[in-house]
Each structure stands twice: as C-alpha cells, then as structure tokens.
C-alpha cells in the first residue's frame, strides 16, 4: 500500500487540548510533514508549540472544553461529560471555518473528539479520517454497551435538550447522520493502539478500522533517563496528565518502594500535588511533575498506571509488567483488558494499599511467564505497522488528484 511519490497535498488535522488526544497523533503528523504534505493542525493555543515541532502549522482557535490542568471541571454525570463536547463544537465551528476559507483541505484527519471536523469535510467535499486514540465500537457494541449506558440519559429532560440541539446543529450544516454516530462509525479510521488492547477484536471491522499499534518516535526531544547505578530493578509510577491529585496514593508508593532493597522508584505526581505533601522521601525515590515517561520504560521492570490509552500501550511496547490503577472513564476497561493479557494486575483504587502495591508489583516482576507473554505482545505490536503504516493508510484516502 505505501506509496512512494504522492504528490503535496494539503492535510487538516484537528483536535483537543488534551495529552491524550494529541499525543497518540504526533508522531503520525511528523510524518506526514516529512513525506512533503502540508499539514494545518487545529488546535488551543496551549498545545501550539507541540504541534509545530512536528512541522505542521498551528490553526488555533479558541476552546470552553475544561484542560487537563482542571480535571474536576468535567463533573459527575454522563451529560457533564458529554454536553461540553457539544458547546465547544458549536462554538468552534465558525472559527474554524473562518481560518480554512480559501485553503480547504484535500484531506480532513481528526481526534474522535472533534465534532467540528466531520462537519467541515461535508462542506468541503473533503473525505474525512479519524485518528482513534482509543478503544472502537465492535459489531454488537451499540445494543451491548452504549445503548444500557445511554438509556437514562436519553430518557432525561435534560439528554433530550442535549440530543435535539445536536440533531439541530448537524442539520443546520446539512449533515444527516445521528449524533451517535457522528464520531463512533466513521467512514475510515486509523487507530492508534494495538489490537491487542481492543476489546472483542474479532468483532471490530477492520475495512474500516485499521489497527496501526504505537506510534511512539524515539521521543528523544523528551528527554532521557538512565537506571540508576546500583537500581537492579526500575519502578515507574504515574497516574498520566489528568487525574494526578492522589498525594494518599503517592505516599502509599513510597511506603511501599521506599528502600525496598535492590528497587529505584521514579515517581510521577503531575502539577497539583507538592512534593512536600510526601513527607522524607528515601534515596532510592525520585519524585518528578513530569517525566520522559517511555525513556524511562524502556528501562522499568514494573509500571504502576492509571491505564490511559497512551500509558497502557507503551508499557505494552516496551514489555514492562503493570499494575493498573484506573482513575476514570476508559481506562477501567483498558486495565481489564491488560489484566487478561497477562501482562498486568488490575487493582482498584480503593484496595491500592502499600502492602496491595508491593504485593502486585513483586509478584508480575518475579514471574518468567509473564515476561515471556509481555515480549510475545511486543513483537506483535512492532508487526502492526505503527507511524509508518499510519502514514500510507491515511495518503491511501487522499483525492486521486493528490496521490
């Protein structure tokens, strides 16, 4: 399928302020720059200077969706989490629009967050690909999941408001299809994860979504690490960008990794926690806001996550053992899911105890089988492709013009 002369064309890339959905992408739209194509990359401002040190320009527009940095903001209920979705696009759309008058893309990519962008591909004319970060609908999935899931939402005064403004605002663009399926069943997708992590695989049409596996660069602009001399073995701990104010967890680590001997623990905490909160840390922990978290895996002997997509996959690449402590949305399936491979031990946050932590950790680290299952799962990653394959699937959708 790879093409070896496409001609220029122009790509439009668009998504949210959020690690989690611009990172799975970045290395994709490195390379779509560096096979020649120009990429224009909608996004916050915030996240300007990640995407411009792919190579492709920056489309800012202004956002209300709440950022990383404001997790709470998202609220308790399903409509809470949805419903910003739907002001933020309606909100965005003329800005959007605005920005690409008179340099319409010859090709529409988008984060599956990005309502706007599906809207615009049908003004344009434009054929439209979506960039999945996560896990995807199988055959069966709307009658088994999301119909139990959205029944008492649809049902509510408040989720129909939220459904028949959203059927409004797509048929005031001349857009027929349901909101449901706006973004759930796309035309074509590119999706950034492993097969491996999906659930119901064998159910998962694959015409349409097209396993790609990690798309990870060296990520040396990252930074490195190195193993400490004198660490036989390497811990890594994060809870990802998001949900990190867990100071009791973080202590809960170090209690359980603190001069455990022959163990160094690198210990992620994000930006609102203070180290001070962690009391005397041993030698043999550092604590860090952020790190170069697949440098250090590539290193690790164990991982404790929170199991995001982005973390579940390269602890899967690099086949470090995890202990999965899921926080919110999909990463409670995404640690069963790594459970069942056996290459991981889910454990709730509520049982995620000193004793529970250094239990589960020693116990996948010390255990050949799952070693020797981890490295069976890497090397079937490496075979699914990753940027490379991402780059021709997505040349492959280009106006016939454009190839």
């Given amino acids: 399928m790879c093409m070896t002369s496409p001609k220029r064309a122009h790509i439009a890339m668009f998504s949210i302020a959020a690690h989690g959905h611009v990172n799975p992408s970045i290395e994709v739209i490195r390379e779509l720059v560096a096979r020649g194509h120009r990429v224009s990359y909608a996004i916050p401002a915030s996240f300007a200077d990640k995407v411009a040190a792919t190579g492709a320009e920056p489309v800012i527009y202004t956002s209300t969706l709440p950022t990383d940095e404001d997790p709470e903001a998202w609220g308790t209920e399903l409509i809470d989490n949805i419903e910003p979705f739907l002001d933020d696009a309606i909100q965005a759309l003329p800005q959007l629009a605005a920005a690409f008058e008179g340099d319409e893309p010859d090709l529409v990519l988008h984060d599956i967050t990005a309502y706007p962008a599906p809207v615009l591909a049908h003004r344009w004319g434009a054929p439209a690909v979506s960039l999945w970060p996560n896990l995807v609908p199988w055959e069966g999935y709307e009658e088994e999941v999301a ?110 990794f603190g001069d455990l001997p022959g163990w160094h623990m690198v210990l992620q905490i994000g930006a609102h926690v203070d180290p001070a909160e962690l ?68 454990l709730p946050m509520a049982d995620a105890t000193a004793g529970a ?37 997505i040349e492959a959708e280009l106006p016939p013009h454009r190839r």
């Fill in 147 to 256: 119909e139990p899931m959205f029944a008492d939402l649809k049902a509510s005064e408040r989720g129909r408001a939220y459904y028949a403004r959203f059927e409004a605002w797509l048929a005031e663009h001349g857009v027929d299809t349901h909101p449901d399926r706006l973004i759930a069943r796309p035309r074509k997708a590119v999706v950034l994860i492993p097969r491996a992590l999906q659930p119901n695989a064998d159910r998962v049409d694959e015409s349409v979504y097209a396993f790609v596996g990690a798309c990870h660069g060296d990520r040396s602009d990252q930074g490195e690490w190195r193993r400490p001399v004198g660490a036989e073995k390497v811990l890594l701990v994060s809870l990802g960008s998001a949900f990190t104010k867990q100071p009791e967890f973080y202590r809960a680590c170090v209690d359980a």
């Fill in 357 to 393: 932590l250094r239990a589960a950790v020693l116990e996948l680290a010390g255990d050949p089988e799952v070693a020797r299952r981890a490295q069976e799962i890497r090397r079937s990653m490496a075979a699914e492709g990753g940027t490379r394959r991402a780059a021709d699937l």
């Fill in 279 to 346: 009391g005397d840390l041993p030698a043999n922990v550092e604590v860090h806001a952020w790190v170069p978290q697949l440098a250090i895996l590539r290193e690790a002997d164990a991982f404790i996550t929170h199991a995001g997509a982005g973390g579940s996959q390269e602890g899967l690449a690099t086949a470090t053992p995890m202990v999965a402590v899921p926080q919110a949305v999909d990463q409670f399936g995404n640690a069963d899911m790594l459970a069942s491979l056996g290459v991981a031990r889910h």
